[in-house]
């Protein structure tokens, strides 16, 4: 026989998760669904089954995540909602606040660029480097597009508030430029975006 | 099913404040087995309760350094219970009545 390779606490783990991606239950509420999993499975190894036994007699007895989301929605209507609306804040922070930081970024890049090279033929070597690796990073952001949302999605469903809180601070980033000691072109570059 | 539960759980909280594992359990002891009713069903539940302040839910770390959600009856819990524990006597005596009643047969009509 080989030995059981189950985890108790990731397969209850895993098996809130996956009520938990519903998006019907608060945190509170998967902590309790977990702790009771925990009871269920220990009183039936108390009764002679295996961990593996006890955790899938647990689980069909609990419910499964159709029965138990529809249960949940009828009281936890606002969890959706929340969600719905931090994705909303979210969305609207970096489609706005991204692409005007990078502006702001590859503006400031291209007037160091001149200022220290003037139109000569190094610096339109570094701008066509630079334009060559920007494409790549585009490329790069689109291959890991699976990664990314599936962090802002855990992000929401873990702690909703922090992360629409963060999402603000890409509008605040300009404001640093103010601190780099002998940025010439601070006030112009601020103005101009 | 799960409407049914909740004068169920305010009885077995009238006793003592108990978890919802707990809960279950003497549910389905009481029931011998009966009660088939998907467990996790029962929190959606206590959850609606304790909106309506009819139990009171606390975490409370056991022995065993797990976390339960203890619940207990409030004041107004205990109202409701009376208020439903007398209307669901007052419905169960009329069944019992009326199933009670001589089945009619064509030589009363």
């Known amino acids: 026989m080989e030995p059981s390779t189950f985890n108790l606490k990731q397969s209850v783990d895993n098996y809130i998760g996956f009520i938990k991606n ?20 220990d009183s039936l190894i108390n009764r002679g089954l295996s961990e593996e036994e006890a955790f899938i007699i647990a689980c069909k007895r ?36 991204l692409p005007s930081l990078f502006l702001l970024c590859v503006g400031m890049f291209y007037l160091t660029v001149y200022t220290i090279y003037s139109s000569s033929i190094e610096s339109t070597l570094i701008v066509t480097i630079f334009h060559l690796l ?6 790069y952001i689109a291959r890991k597009k699976n990664e990314i ?26 404001l640093l430029l103010i601190l780099i000691p002998g940025l010439r072109f601070t006030k112009r570059a601020l103005a101009s975006p | 099913m799960a409407s049914s539960l909740a004068p169920l759980v305010l009885i077995i909280l009238r006793r003592q404040e108990s978890y919802g594992y707990q809960i279950i359990q003497e549910l389905r002891e009481k029931s011998g087995g009966q009660m088939a009713v ?23 770390k056991a022995d065993s350094g797990r976390e339960r959600r203890y619940y207990k009856l409030t004041s107004n819990g205990t109202q409701e219970l009376e208020q439903q524990y007398s209307q669901l006597n007052f419905v169960s005596q009329l069944i019992h009545k009326l199933w009670n009643l001589p089945l009619s047969t064509s030589s009363n009509l």
């Open chain 1, 22 to 41: 519903q998006g019907s239950i608060t945190n509170s509420d998967a902590a309790e669904l977990s702790a009771h999993l925990y009871d269920a499975t």
């Open chain 1, 62 to 97: 609990l419910g499964n995540e159709d029965v138990l989301t529809q249960e949940y929605s009828k009281v936890n209507a606002s969890v959706k909602m929340n969600g719905i609306w931090a994705y909303l804040i979210i969305g609207f922070n970096l489609c706005y606040s």
């Open chain 1, 134 to 139: 920007v494409t790549f990073f585009v490329f």
């Open chain 1, 149 to 174: 949302s599936q962090f802002i999605e855990k992000q929401v469903q873990y702690n909703t508030l922090r992360i629409v809180c963060l999402s603000f601070i890409p509008f605040f980033l300009p």
């Open chain 2, 38 to 60: 998907a467990e996790g069903t029962l929190y959606p539940v206590l959850k609606k309760m304790e909106a309506k302040k009819w139990v009171e839910g606390v975490w409370k």
